[in-house]
DNA sequence: TACGTAACTTTGCGCCACAAAGCTTCACCG
DNA sequence: CGGTGAAGCTTTGTGGCGCAAAGTTACGTA
């Protein structure tokens, strides 16, 4: 049987979820890029990447070359979570995939 | 890209994944099955199976054979919206699946 | 000094998961 | 018959959360 309790109630919600992915596939993200990807009002996207951040999933970086910018990265925490995430994901389409 | 604005709602929700996973996996389930299967609260488990119904991917029969049994299975659209929301999993499974 | 932009924070709204308790219908038992 | 218990469902209440819009702060530029 799947467990469904294991899925990482943090990681599964749709915006958090795109955001780990991008996060997943390209080491660092600068937050107007992820606005752009995502097309989530700055307010929504803060308060998701707050989550995660609280959560220990994902790290900051602030810098002040000519304009403020935040880059996000995945931590090994965060990695880890998502990956463990993933393999529920996999364990489901497994079950289910047909062919 | 992945499109996670295609994950369904309906389905993208731990509770009613789990209920879509058993009705896929076998053709009819009663209630009092996936109430002891889930360990949810039957108050709980009806209002998630509504919201199913109301979606229309699940029907429901009802039974007075001695007690009063009622028995749900998935529709013919309930089990595309499952296959094409996996279809989603599928592709982030595959994006981010180490190996 | 006024303006614009990045990155937040605050506020407010509406929805929803969840549990606990109540209701209704029926079968069984004295 | 009247009582008991179980199945299925509704109601009520609470807390939390997604989301947008507007306000805030800091800084760099015209």
New binding site residues.
Partial sequence: MIDFSQLDKVIH????LAIMSLLAARPEW???DLKTELS?????L??HL??LHKAGYVS?T?E?D?????SYALTDRGREAFLGYVAVLESIVLKHKPS
Same sequence: chains 1, 2.
Avoid: A, W, Y
């Avoid at 919600?13 to 958090?16: A, P, S, T």
């Avoid at 000519?66 to 935040?70: D, E, I, K, S």
């Fill in positions: 919600e749709k915006g958090r600068r937050f107007q989530m009002s700055d307010g929504n803060v308060t707050r989550t900051l602030k002040h000519g304009r403020p910018q935040t």
